[in-house]
């Protein structure tokens, strides 16, 4: 494990210095390309149109009629035959939204652009945050590709953990046909694993429990061998205070804590807030149970409770007993319906506005979503479970899209797509991968345009409460938590 990771760690500087390297060299070319930023691209002509539907098993009345009543959404497909039919029954409804409209946000300057569009000429000072940025950026994809982690809840199989990182069943039934044992993981256990560049299970970490653990690293392209971890230990509870210095991982990881430890913290934090906007200095305090061996740490550990302070604010991720955490109220974190539909939050680069202004014609242009800004190819994954309502494409307006459909009033929408990786009509569960971001349709840059939808009716996805949000604990389980919620704000105070 350790030589893996350095390894890993010697592998990512490199990269990490290459992306220092482009980055450099992308901030002088943004510079330019600012300079002579026109905005030709918001004055462009309107001209939706499907050039192109791909992936409709399900000829699209059926899937209104089975997936959606209310449904202008299948009408954002703004193929020219189907414009009119669309606007006579927006005006029906006599509903404001109109789906002319909808096209619209996808003519906007979103871009990979930093926020600099105002004041291109401050780029000098500001090049070291383009840099910072994009270090990170980058730093997290590399993150997202390789490292994942899991605590076990009721009702999961094998399978669902492997899931986590778009595993496909096959390879968690060929595990299991090698180590049965698999079959029978428990609420609360942990899991760590680590794909390969291909995206294949290299090393897989199941805490069995505080005094087992075990490894099962590939041999083969069929076979894993197996590493059991018996040990003679004790465990202490400490309370350890740290400064945000470099990324949370890396802050982390100077206060001991070992990858798993970190992957949990993050995944469970990441929701909340933007980690990308923790500044050096930020002051944090985690609980944490650390298993000893003569007096050494042996890397083993849990995580019992996490405080940050950013911004003025306090966030918290407090264990249940269940392993999962949650924040201050017993709220999970993104458990039933994640925040973004991405592995990790990204930043930002158009808000959600319903009021917005075309910056040159003045008229009102809605922007239904948010604008994720992450590189082209980065995997898009289903906040929820879902049904696939539609994979389409649109050469001047959304690019390749998908749009997901999640019980009977919510839907989600994908844009700017590279690739689609479901097919309308498919089934999806939180956590898989749908498709991969891209830079496709009238977008420029690569980024992610996402809509959630309730009733047809796009609201703020980073601000709507989401369904399921509240506590998925039980009562008991909830009143204990609270009270261990109460403890650790006591003990972390910072
Ligand atoms: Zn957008």
Known sequence: MYHIKLARDRRKKKRIKFVIFSGAIFSILLGVLLTFNDTSDESLPKNDHVFETEYHP??????????????????????????????????????????DDLDNKDDEVDQVDLGLSDNGQELPEEANKVLDELLDV?????????????????????????????????????????????????????????????????????????????????????????????????????????????SLSQSLSSLGLNSRQIAQLTKALQWQFNMRNLRKGDKFAISVNREYLDNKLTGQGNVEAIHIKTGGKNYYAVQANNGRYYNKQGETLGKTFSRYPLLRAARVSSPFNPRRRHPVTGRVRPHNG??????????????????????????????????????????????????????????????????????TGRSTGPHLHYEFRINGRPVNPLTVKLPGSSSQMGTKERKDFLVRAKEAEKSLKL
């Open 138 to 246: 980058a730093d997290q994809a590399l993150r997202i590709r390789e490292q994942f982690s899991y605590t076990v809840v009721n009702g999961d199989s094998f399978s669902d953990v492997l899931q986590q990182s778009g595993l496909l069943k096959e390879v968690s039934d060929d595990l299991l046909k090698q180590y049965s044992e698999l079959a029978n993981i428990k609420p609360g256990q942990q899991f760590y694993w680590i794909l390969d560049r291909d995206g294949n299970l290299e090393y897989l970490n199941w805490l069995v429990s505080l005094k087992e653990e075990r490894i099962y690293e590939r041999e083969s392209e069929v076979k894993f061998k197996r590493l059991i971890l018996e040990k003679e230990t004790i465990w202490k509870k400490e309370i350890l205070k740290g400064k945000i210095n470099g």
């Open 370 to 439: 948010v604008d994720l800004s992450v590189s082209s190819g980065t995997p898009i994954i289903a906040p929820s479970d879902g049904t696939v309502e539609k994979v389409a494409y649109q050469a001047n307006g959304a690019g390749r899209y998908v749009v997901l459909r999640h019980g009977r009033e919510y839907q989600t929408v994908y844009m700017h797509l590279s690739r689609a990786l479901v097919k309308a009509g498919q089934s999806v569960k939180k956590g898989q991968r749908i498709a991969l971001s891209g830079n």
């Open 58 to 99: 399900l000829d699209s009345s059926h899937v209104n009629s089975t997936l959606s009543h209310s449904n202008n959404l299948n009408e954002d497909d703004m193929s020219s035959d189907n414009k009119d039919r669309i606007i006579q029954e927006t005006d029906n409804k006599n509903t404001t939204l109109s789906y």
